[in-house]
């Protein structure tokens, strides 16, 4: 570890705390359907949408209402970019290389993590997908699964801020404001800000080089046998990336338009474009907490969660980046690359890209696990084992440190609720959330929702590591394989989307599994959050007395960090014991898997 | 074959969520919280 890596990290958080408060302000304004400067060119816009789809933008929704409102919206659109993956061959606009239909497994695995925010990939974008089906059929998505977290997170925050109400608000008008007034005009600006520093912005076909090194490069051939072949040019994948990159992080989408995803110089040049790209995970999910306070009217309400979410995140980047900045012990004394002197920045550099170094892919994975976006610029199956388990054990806290758009807010207000239940349990009172009681049913569900994310992961995981269709996408043994299974169902039904790059996940097994567990994770979780908003919105407000518990405390931070710790400790250290935590141990007892 | 599959599918889990929807909200009841 280094003073320059800490001073990066100190400069990431600095910059997310300045920008919290002006963009939760915004939002406020925009679900609370007050002027904002945008109006005057966005309010006849909005006007014509409405106008077109028949939406009545002053009707109220029931949680019922929203949430079957939500499911409609998203399973036409799942089946829309099915659609188009399938006949993308046939569809002559904006396939200049020609790109076949996609495989069906892998077409409805593709469609359901783009519907879920998900944005896994088990395909190779540049090589699957036309830019007609990246653009109408996967950037649209990436504004749409955005647009629709940040709809629900609103939808829970009225909740708890109406009283003796029935209804949440209006899905598509949630939906259509939240598109049209947050992401779109950010995402304009950014992705000129991107193209600035290089990241490509076309529709040409892809460019051709001749190698001034020629390769050769031996394969297994049709019949198996070894075939040697001789690489003179290489092909470079061209597209619209910027516009594609820029809600992919501002949405906390995460899926590439190059494989490499934020690796790759085309998608993330500059050691600023990767800083922007840090940054545009968290400015939503950060602003929400300023949006929490504003709109229930307590301000140190949405500053207390804000700092919970901050303990949580430096934990885990530290962790990371200690970790990293280990070398790796099989290799220590081996390479000299493996200490920290000279140019060599010490540590554990394989699978990182030079120019961000060990400090900023340490703290790229922890913020792209602790929201649900996905997006990498390192490989994290190339981490240490317990930097590995860092991005690992972020999803598995459900991805509630800032979190993504509207789904970490809503995940947290969750946590919010346990919490104020079980500080209601300790001094024997009826817990209270803000001057709302807290009852059976909104723990019940509460605990629904806790309980429905281990269920998926750990489920499909272990039948995973039974049977032989599970245990051909492996490619390591030992304890890393299981990591690696592990991490695939985590990061699906967690809607994150990264991966332990060295699993083969596009074989029917893990295209349906994971397919299925991307739609739980997202959609049977969301069903009792909102179930549990719409039962507050119902609620009296109690003036608060000497008894009522302080959510804009530390004590409520403390309690708030300690729950969530203890919920995922208890849920998921055995799986982790197997996994990261075994193999750091045999690591360092010399003991390594192929 | 398998897009019919896979689009019976789709509408099977969406289907089931609306359904979940409303199961949510009858484990309320009649049950006053207010």
Known sequence: MTPNGWLQIAVFFALLLLAAKPMGLYMARVYERKKTWLDPVLGPVERLLYCITGVNPDAEMRWTEYGAAMLVFSCATL???????????????????????????????????????????????????????????????????????????????????????????????????????????????????????????????????????????????????????????????????????????????????????SAHPFEN????????????????????????????????????????????????????????????????????????????????????????????????????????????????????????????????????????????????????????????????????YLGKKVQAYEVQLSMLYVLIFPLIILGFAAVSVLLPAGLAGISNHGPHGLSQVLYAYTSAAGNNGSAFAGINANTHWYNSTMGIAMLSGRFLMIVPMLAVAGSLATKKIVPPSLGTFPVNSPLFTVLLVSVILIVGALTFFPALSLGPILEHLLLRSGISFS | MSDLVFLAASLAFFFVAVLYVYGCQSLKGGRDDA
Not at chain 1, 219 to 226: M, T, Y
């Open chain 1, 269 to 432: 040049p500059t050691p600023l474009s990767n800083m922007l790209q840090m940054l545009s995970i968290f400015l939503i999910p950060a602003g929400l907490c300023v949006t929490l306070g504003k709109m229930v009217g307590s301000p140190g309400h949405g500053w207390a969660v804000f700092a919970a979410m901050s303990v949580l995140w430096f934990a885990g980047v530290a962790t990371c980046y200690w970790a990293e900045s280990q070398p790796n012990p099989l290799l220590h004394g081996v390479d000299q690359r493996t200490s920290l002197g000279g140019v060599s920045p010490g540590g554990n550099m394989e699978g990182k890209e030079v120019r961000f170094g060990i400090a900023n892919s340490a703290l790229f994975a922890t913020v792209t696990t602790d929201a649900s976006c996905g997006a990498v610029n390192s490989m994290h199956d190339s981490f240490m084992p317990l930097g590995g388990m860092v991005p690992l054990a972020n999803i598995m806290m459900g991805e509630i440190v800032f979190g993504g758009v509207g789904a970490g807010m809503y995940g947290m207000l969750i946590f919010v609720v346990l919490s104020v239940f079980i500080a209601g349990l300790m001094v024997g009172r009826t817990p209270e």
């Open chain 1, 79 to 261: 089946l829309l970019t099915y659609a188009l993956e399938r006949l993308q061959h046939a569809i002559p606009l904006w396939n200049p290389q020609h790109l076949a239909a996609v495989e069906p497994y892998l077409a409805w695995n593709t469609a359901a993590s783009f519907t879920t925010n998900t944005n896994w990939q088990s395909y190779v974008p540049e090589t699957t997908m036309s830019y007609l089906t990246q653009m109408a059929g996967l950037a649209t998505h990436n504004f749409w699964s955005a647009a629709t977290g940040m709809a629900l997170a609103i939808a829970f925050i009225r909740g708890i801020a109406r009283r003796e109400s029935k209804t949440l608000g209006n899905f598509w008008v949630d939906l259509t404001r939240g598109t049209l007034w947050v992401l779109l005009p950010i995402c304009v600006v950014y992705a000129l800000a991107l193209v600035s520093q290089g990241v490509v912005q076309n529709l040409k076909p892809y460019d051709t080089a001749t190698l001034v090194e020629p390769q050769t490069v031996t394969a297994p051939g049709a019949d198996g046998k070894p075939v040697t072949t001789r690489v003179t040019t290489q092909t470079i994948a061209q597209g619209p990336t910027a516009s594609q990159e820029a809600i992919k992080m501002l949405g906390t989408n995460g899926g590439g338009f190059f494989n490499a995803n």
